[in-house]
């Protein structure tokens, strides 16, 4: 089955713990993505991915990090987490730039910063 | 700066039309997507609409007007299921993948 895989589903960690949140797609898609979403606030792009070792700051890159090793895979790191990174989070990959081909989503990571 | 303007909820009755708009503030245009996203899941691609005029897919068809900033998505014989949020999303530059989305529809449809 076609589909992006994030890990964990659910994280509460505390403030200065670094964290990895994992990303995953096995369609062979050369963009990826990460969004969070906050309540009022829609989708926030994170960091994108045009293509392996290809990457670039999205609205909100403050605090994050990301790789590109590898096409199927982009984690997202988080070096110092703090609470205003409590969020639900979200991985996307396409085929082409997410605005025509349109993003395929993971099931989301709600994470919680103490 | 770039911004994109929905109204926060509409509410319908099943088998009803509902129209939910979109104005965009962008220093240039690449195109206008539409997502939906049922609560506690992920959003879903729905559309994209480049040109100008409506786009037909079942019943959801989606619009836009290049001239006036300005798209929407209609759905047509509404069903329960349908109740979400829908979320308009533009490209802010040509050939990235920097997106801005709308902060979301909320649509209640009622038996």
């Known amino acids: 089955e076609a589909q992006v895989t994030q890990n964990p589903r659910y994280l509460i960690t505390v403030t200065g713990k670094k964290l990895t949140v994992t990303c995953s797609q096995n369609?062979?898609?050369?963009?990826m993505s990460w969004y969070r979403q906050d309540p009022g606030l829609g989708l926030r792009q994170i960091y994108y991915?045009?293509?392996?070792?290809?990457?670039d700051k999205g609205d909100v890159p403050e605090g994050y990090k990301v790789s590109r090793k590898e096409k199927r895979n982009f984690p997202l790191i988080l070096e110092s987490p703090s609470p205003n990174q409590t969020s639900l989070y979200f991985c996307?990959?396409?085929?082409?730039?997410?605005?025509?081909?349109?993003?395929?989503f993971g099931s989301g990571t709600r994470l919680t910063v103490v | 700066g770039q911004s994109l303007e929905q109204p926060s909820e509409v509410t319908a009755v099943e088998g009803a039309i509902v129209q939910i708009n979109c104005t965009y503030q962008?220093?240039?245009?690449?195109?206008l997507s539409w997502y939906q996203q049922h609560d506690g899941g992920a959003p879903t691609f729905l559309s994209y609409?480049?040109?100008?005029g409506l786009e037909e897919t079942g019943r959801f068809s989606s619009f836009l007007s290049r001239s006036d900033s300005y798209g929407y998505l209609l759905l047509q014989e509404l069903q329960m299921k349908d109740s979400a949020s829908y979320f308009c999303?533009?490209?802010?530059?040509?050939?990235?993948?920097?997106?801005?989305f709308g902060t979301g529809t909320r649509l209640q449809v009622f038996p």
């Open positions: 996307a990959s396409s085929l082409g730039t997410g605005g025509d081909y349109g993003y395929t």
């Open positions: 369609m062979n898609h050369e963009y």
């Open positions: 991915s045009m293509n392996v070792e290809v990457t």
């Open positions: 962008t220093s240039g245009f690449y195109g």
């Open positions: 609409n480049a040109l100008d």
């Open positions: 999303a533009v490209p802010t530059s040509y050939n990235t993948d920097k997106l801005i």
